[in-house]
């Protein structure tokens, strides 16, 4: 029988804790909701993969409805995973991150949620909330963070110097985004932490 160090065994085990890296959102919202991403700087694509923007139709997450996206987790690569209501993604809340040797950087932005480059958000009616999910929560800036309905929200992106930037250490790589959260439970008590705008 074969043994295996200590040391390989963790390789293994931190290898498959960042290739299931995941975005799992959760629409509450009573409309379709339409995600596409851009990878490393690339075009938008949606449900194919091989084309851009218009030839690419983006995934479409019904009413009531959870989908998993699985998260590109080349080290110190950026995406941008963009939410709209409206199918022509002209308005969208982003979800973004970067996974380094040692650390997921994360971030919600509302900087282009009232068209290009132009800050709102399509969801700004709607209760919004991102929970990092894994042993570490909690860990320095690892924490959920919520944007309440009809207001701004100071967690995410409004301008491009703010300080809204999130990490989580590499063994915790999922993430749960929450749109159109009902007001009950939008407001349990949850670790979180925010910051200035």
Not at 107 to 122: F, N, Q, V, Y
Not at 134 to 153: M, Q, R, S, Y
Request: aromatic share 10%; proline share 5%.
């Amino acid at each position: 029988m074969r043994s295996f160090s200590l040391q390989a065994l963790a390789i293994f085990f931190a290898s498959a804790s960042v290739a299931s890296a995941s975005l799992n959102v959760h629409n509450f919202c009573s409309y379709p909701i339409y995600i596409k991403q851009s990878h490393n700087g690339g075009c938008n694509k949606g449900t194919n993969t091989k084309t851009c923007d218009g030839a690419s139709p983006p995934f479409v997450v019904k009413a009531g409805a959870t989908y998993n996206l699985p998260m590109f987790t080349d080290k110190n690569s950026a995406t941008s995973v963009k939410i709209a209501r409206e199918q022509n993604m002209g308005k969208v809340t982003q979800f973004e991150y970067t996974p380094t040797d040692n650390t997921m950087f994360w971030d919600l932005s509302d900087i282009d949620g009232a068209g290009a480059a132009r800050t709102g958000s399509p969801f700004k009616e709607a209760n919004l909330k991102v929970s990092p999910v894994g042993k570490d929560l909690g860990a320095g800036t690892c924490k959920a963070i919520k944007c309440k309905k009809n207001e701004v929200c100071k967690d995410a992106y409004q301008f491009p110097d703010q300080t809204a930037t999130h990490s989580c250490p590499m063994s915790t790589t999922t993430f749960t985004l929450d749109i159109c959260v009902p007001d009950a439970q939008f407001t349990r008590r949850e670790v979180e932490v925010g910051f200035s705008a």
